[in-house]
């Protein structure tokens, strides 16, 4: 059974840079058929895709947020990361990771998720 | 790209079917067969109910049905139970190769 964990600080402050992990489980990164991806969701409000990466590498990303937003991938620990620059209170949100084939345009598989809380 | 918009609210007595629209534009779910929804329980990550406008996944109930009409997709739930009680979320693939989402439905088993 396929499972994706995230991991990641809890609280930042303003200007800093949001670290995040996603650990994959039951499955390979490196098995060429799917994409990884990030979505996030404010408190109280609807989803946000972020973006998505092959495990070659081939990212793209949510042109909203293109400009602050990298991410990478490392098979040798089956993990995809995200690194997302000059947070700002607005970027409070919970992070959810997830899996999408790479044939199809829906996310089948979804980590818990978890809460990045930007505050002074 | 702005998000789809989606009824923020929807009530349904248990038995009784509801309907939750989802609009976007000619550049999104108009373009594309690729829309999905996602049920989502309080604190809890989104469930994949629908994809590719009415497909349903293996182990999903068959009173979920999708339907897509121009600009519009739906999500029909039939038979209201008190577990469908939860915030649905739309999402469509667009012309520019990103995703966008809905606003979110919140629907109540009265």
């Known amino acids: 059974q396929l499972q994706l964990q995230e991991s990641g600080p809890g609280l930042m402050k303003p200007s800093e840079t949001l670290s995040l992990t996603c650990t994959v489980s039951?499955?390979?990164?490196?098995?060429?058929?799917?994409?990884w991806g990030w979505i996030r969701q404010p408190p109280g409000k609807g989803l946000e895709w972020i973006g998505s990466?092959?495990?070659?590498?081939?990212?793209y990303y949510n042109p909203s947020l293109e400009s602050r937003v990298t991410i990478s991938v490392d098979t040798s620990k089956n993990q995809f990361s995200l690194k997302q620059s000059s947070v700002t209170a607005a970027d409070t949100a919970v992070y959810y990771c997830?899996?999408?084939?790479?044939?199809?345009?829906?996310?089948?598989?979804w980590g818990q998720g978890t809460l990045v809380t930007v505050s002074s | 790209q702005s998000a789809l918009t989606q009824p923020a609210s929807v009530s349904g007595s248990p038995g009784q079917s509801i309907t939750i629209s989802c609009t976007g534009t000619?550049?999104?779910?108009?373009?594309?067969?690729?829309v999905s929804w996602y049920q989502q329980h309080p604190g809890k990550a989104p469930k994949l109910m629908i994809y590719?406008?009415?497909n349903r996944p293996s182990g999903v109930s068959n009173r979920f049905s999708g339907s897509k009409s121009g600009n519009t997709a739906s999500l029909a739930i039939s038979g209201l139970q008190a577990e469908d009680e939860a915030e649905y979320h739309c999402?469509?693939?667009?012309?520019?190769?990103?995703?966008?989402f809905g606003t979110g439905t919140k629907v109540t088993v009265l």
């Open positions: 997830a899996r999408r084939a790479l044939m199809g345009r829906h996310f089948e598989y």
């Open positions: 039951g499955g390979s990164i490196s098995s060429g058929r799917y994409y």
């Open positions: 990466i092959l495990y070659s590498g081939n990212a």
């Open positions: 000619s550049s999104d779910i108009g373009d594309y067969n690729y």
């Open positions: 590719d406008v009415s």
């Open positions: 999402c469509s693939y667009t012309t520019i190769s990103t995703y966008v």
